[in-house]
């Protein structure tokens, strides 16, 4: 049976910082009928990540910001329920932009709009290593940087979702690897779960990075920003470089995404890169991405953490979370939770 409504969180008023209880609400609307070529989905599992901070703001960055009063945007993963599509059918598992509610309509959007899971793959994994974070951590670590055997890299934030990722597969390209973490469980579960050698932040970087890599690092998987990136730059190789994937330090707030780096003449003595990228201009490498990911994943050469959190209504939470640092790995919301 079709629902006869929708529950939803719309964006209310753009955070200045933190975001806050009135930044979003709940709205409950009716489910129009379905229209042809469109489906029902009901949605179960939302990936959270920190660039959904940046939709909140005003400006525009690599896409356009959610709107007031619109349902905030999101990635999911869901079941359709009802359709008049002649491509998705009852009982189907998909994933892709759903937003944060408990219903989402598909209309045939293709590869950026919502895609069936292939068989066998569990749903959630869509929204993790086959997902934003592996793509993401694939394509930085891959395409942008080309890390191989001999190099020796950095991974700020190593304990997230991509970082984590981002830290593994440079391990399998074959590359001598560090990251940082923000506390000592962090740091642990990077060195005895994901693999590679891992430091915290709050210490000393400056003597913890000469001693890893007394000749510098060749490259460099920034998530952070800030005082994390200039104390990378003053440990650059010759023709280092540096891939920029986040600056969650800043915390993405309405006062912009951070400053520059006050020594960012590094570049310019050690003659190294530093690029920024978005997985999305990257779609002609998926097929590659998702086969190498795919095979690591299935030789158990490749793991993450999921941070779940319980319930629609703690979405906004669970994104504030993130730059709190109090998740490990990708963080996800349960949908199907009663509301409280």
Request: some cysteine; hydrophobic content about 45%; overall charge negative.
């Amino acid at each position: 049976m079709t629902p006869a409504s929708n529950h939803r969180l719309v964006l209310r008023r753009r955070p200045a910082d933190r975001i806050t209880p009135d930044t979003f609400g709940f709205e409950e609307r009716p489910i129009a009928p379905l229209a042809d070529g469109e489906a029902l989905i009901e949605v179960a599992w939302l990936g959270i990540d920190a660039t959904q901070r940046t939709w909140l703001n005003e400006g525009s960055t690599y896409v356009d910001p959610v709107g007031i009063g619109e349902v905030m945007r999101g990635s999911g993963v869901g079941k359709v329920v009802a359709t008049k599509s002649p491509d998705l059918s009852v009982g189907q598992w998909v994933y892709g932009t759903l937003g944060w509610q408990r219903y989402a309509v598909a209309r045939g959007e293709g590869l950026f709009g919502v895609n069936p899971v292939p068989d066998g793959i569990d749903p959630k994994h869509m929204l993790t290593v086959f997902g934003v974070s592996g793509l993401t951590a694939y394509v930085g670590i891959d395409r942008v940087l080309g890390v191989g055997e001999g190099d020796v890299v950095l991974v700020t934030a190593a304990a997230g979702s991509v970082g984590s990722l981002a830290g593994q597969i440079a391990r399998l390209r074959g590359a001598r690897v560090i990251g940082t973490a923000g506390s000592a469980a962090k740091v642990d579960w990077v060195r005895d779960v994901a693999g590679f050698d891992c430091v915290d932040y709050h210490d000393d970087l400056a003597e913890a990075f000469s001693t890893f890599a007394p000749d510098g690092f060749t490259a460099v998987f920034d998530n952070v920003g800030g005082s994390q990136l200039e104390t990378a730059l003053d440990h650059l190789a010759l023709h280092g470089r540096i891939a920029l994937c986040g600056s969650v330090s800043s915390g993405y707030t309405a006062d912009g995404y951070g400053t520059g780096p006050r020594n960012y003449m590094q570049l310019a003595f050690k003659r190294a890169k530093m690029e920024g990228f978005i997985f999305l201009d990257h779609v002609a490498d998926f097929p590659a991405a998702l086969g190498d990911l795919a095979g690591w994943f299935g030789a158990g050469r490749l793991t993450w953490a999921e941070d779940v959190v319980s319930g629609l209504e703690h979405a906004p939470a669970a994104l504030q979370g993130i730059f709190d640092g109090d998740n490990l790995g990708k963080r996800l919301v349960r949908v199907d939770r009663p509301l409280a």
